[in-house]
């Protein structure tokens, strides 16, 4: 392990739970940006069925050129 000269610094009984409590707030941010900034993730979540985006159409073809 690369960084296991930290635990001369840190104690590992602070570090541990530190480094443990920033990985769980830090998830708990990402999960209520989520579901705080999309509109199908409740609705999912709720049990409704979330329909694919539709496929965009065909670009019309050019026309021929003339000779």
């Known amino acids: 392990m690369n960084q296991g000269r930290i635990w ?3 104690n590992p009984g602070v570090g541990l739970p530190l480094l443990l ?3 769980t707030v830090i998830a708990l ?3 209520f940006a989520v ?4 509109t199908w993730f409740p609705k999912y979540w709720n049990g409704a069925t979330v329909a694919a985006p539709a496929a965009a ?3 019309p073809a050019a ?3 003339k000779k």
């Open 63 to 65: 026309p021929a050129a």
């Open 35 to 38: 579901l705080s900034n999309t």
């Open 21 to 23: 409590g920033s990985v």
């Open 29 to 31: 941010l990402v999960h």
């Open 57 to 59: 159409a065909p670009a």
């Open 8 to 10: 001369t610094v840190v």
